[in-house]
């Protein structure tokens, strides 16, 4: 056997984890989904908004028609003249029955989006709060699943899965990366019992375990603050458990050049908070291993690598219920390529643009202004 073969060989038993992880992940669903749901607690929502992303009023809508006995939202901007508040307004009218409130927030914090969640977090009135991305679109039921796992004492927060949704081409190739390499390395993790991060996607969490992380405030100098958010609740000897729920992102119809510095940043930030896991991760390219098996003369390695990798994705997009893998997933090859040369470009520099402001990540993950 060429040494060539081996790289493939490990990616083929990755993709292999990855599909084992995802079948693994629809048996606990559906066990989860049987089990009756305990007592619910009231929940404050935050959400921390700048611009008005895709779908953004369809988002916040569909948190404000859960069917749960108590929660409220708050909405902060660090823009007075954000053209999103406009929206928010809007929910105020179409919802006068639920309690929600438009905050305008002054920070000086380097991540302005944690400085206006520290301030937000002060305001809420409910024990549980719920951290999620502005543009997340939830299913009838998403605060049930999220506030469920919270009745163990021994769980620190709850996060879960996402799928995104997209215009034209470049977008969607960010969104197939999402469901067919990004969650499988979720799934992974979690099956080989790494628990020390969660998603922006969701986050929720008791507000006394974020007081004694420090609350937001500890948070403000990281760009990764989910990562770093899961790793402080982790610390404190509690459990991180994912809601038997998909949320969803939209990612609009960016073009190729913001779609570049979207994932480039994303690999950065990863790199700086998580060293040796970025490094490893060469290993999961599944599809230049096998490019370099097939190379080598070494066909079976490089079919078996390029099936499997082929495989998980398929099944991890199924779970997720991403609909465009039925036509999409020849693609998944390509868009590897495309996902090698991010791993790359994130390999190198610390530079990243992040809502039109270039930022250096600190060797320790923290962020400065250049």
């Known amino acids: 056997m060429s040494w060539l073969a081996v790289p493939a060989v ?3 038993a990755y993709y292999l984890l990855a599909l084992l992880a995802a079948l693994r992940w629809r048996r606990r669903v559906a066990c989860a989904r049987a089990a009756e749901h305990p007592g619910l607690p009231p929940i404050s929502i935050l959400k921390a908004v700048r611009g008005r992303d895709p779908g953004f009023y369809e988002a916040i809508r569909s948190h404000a028609v859960q069917d749960y006995p108590a929660f409220e939202m708050l909405f902060g901007f660090s823009d007075p003249h954000d053209s999103a508040a ?5 929910l105020q009218s179409e919802f006068p029955q639920v309690p929600i409130s438009l905050h305008y927030v002054s920070t000086a914090a380097p991540n302005t989006k944690v400085g206006v969640l520290a301030d937000l977090a002060r305001r809420a009135r409910h024990p549980i709060l719920l951290i999620n991305d502005s543009d997340i679109l939830v299913e009838p039921g998403y605060l049930r699943a999220a506030a469920a796992p919270l009745a163990d004492p021994a769980v620190g927060l709850v ?3 996402y799928r995104a949704s997209a215009n034209g081409w470049p977008a969607r190739f960010e969104a197939l990366g999402i469901a067919t390499e990004f969650i499988p390395s979720v799934l992974t993790a979690r099956l080989l019992g790494m628990q020390g991060f969660a ?3 969701t986050m929720a969490l008791r507000a006394a375990d974020l007081a004694k992380i420090g609350g937001f405030d500890a948070l403000t100098d990281y760009l990764a603050d989910d990562f770093h958010l899961g790793r402080r609740i982790h610390q404190l000897g509690r459990r991180i458990e994912f809601a038997d729920t998909v949320v969803e992102t939209a990612l609009g119809a960016p073009g190729w050049p913001d779609v570049w510095r979207h994932q480039l940043r994303w690999s950065r930030t990863i790199r700086a908070g998580r060293t040796a896991g970025y ?3 060469i290993v999961t390219h599944a599809t230049v291993w096998a490019l370099a098996a097939f190379a080598a003369g070494q066909w079976w390695a490089g079919a078996l690598a390029l099936a499997l990798r082929m495989a998980a994705g398929v099944a991890t997009a ?3 219920r991403y609909r465009p893998i039925g036509r999409e ?3 998944i090859p390509l868009r590897d390529l495309f996902g090698f040369a991010v791993w790359l470009g994130g390999a190198f520099g610390r530079t990243v643009i992040w809502r039109g402001r ?3 990540l600190r060797r320790d993950g923290r962020i400065e202004t250049v």
Request: charged share 20%.
């Open 10 to 12: 490990l990616a083929a």
């Open 86 to 90: 406009a929206d928010v307004a809007r």
């Open 159 to 161: 996060t879960c899965l």
């Open 199 to 201: 998603l922006g996607s």
């Open 279 to 281: 490094y490893g991760y």
């Open 318 to 320: 199924r779970l997720l």
């Open 329 to 331: 997933w020849p693609l």
């Open 358 to 360: 270039r930022l250096r």
